[in-house]
């Protein structure tokens, strides 16, 4: 017999799942820290709270698990309250594009990286973003 849960089940629920430092932070984090990079990481200041961000070189960085922000090739909806999920996904998809416009309409480069690109090609995607880190650290000291 299964049984709904009631707000407070789904609210300890939710609340129970990391928002921040989650192991693909922790995994890109170390990474780039050990290329030599270095960075903050949730800056508070900025707007969206970016994952990791070099405020001196105008870069921001945004780790996107699959199922939370809805991946076209791997997001599954889940079969139980399917209503309340797909408003959840939808409202942190707009919001990724909000943030993301927030930031290219100030000129700050933006990198987002989905979970599958780090499960799949890991190293592909630390030379990826440690190359815009080193572009964005020369454009910085030619103006």
Not at 61 to 78: A, E, N, R
Not at 82 to 89: A, D, G, M, S, V
Request: with cysteine.
């Amino acid at each position: 017999m299964s049984r709904k849960r009631n707000d407070k089940e789904n609210f300890h629920v939710m609340s129970s799942i990391r928002g921040k430092n989650t192991k693909l932070e922790q995994t890109i984090s170390k990474a780039i820290w050990r290329k030599g990079f270095r960075y903050r990481k949730n800056v508070t200041s900025l707007y969206g709270k970016p994952d990791i961000a070099i405020k001196k070189y105008k870069l921001v960085i945004f780790i996107d698990s699959c199922f939370w922000h809805g991946c076209s090739l791997h997001y599954k909806q889940p079969t139980k309250n399917p209503e309340y999920w797909r408003n959840k996904i939808n409202r942190n998809i707009q919001r990724d594009h909000e943030v993301s416009q927030h930031y290219l309409e100030k000129n700050w480069k933006l990198i987002r990286i989905w979970e599958h690109d780090i499960n799949h090609n890991f190293e592909h995607t630390i030379n990826y973003v440690c190359d815009l880190i080193k572009t964005s650290k020369e454009q910085h000291y030619i103006k």
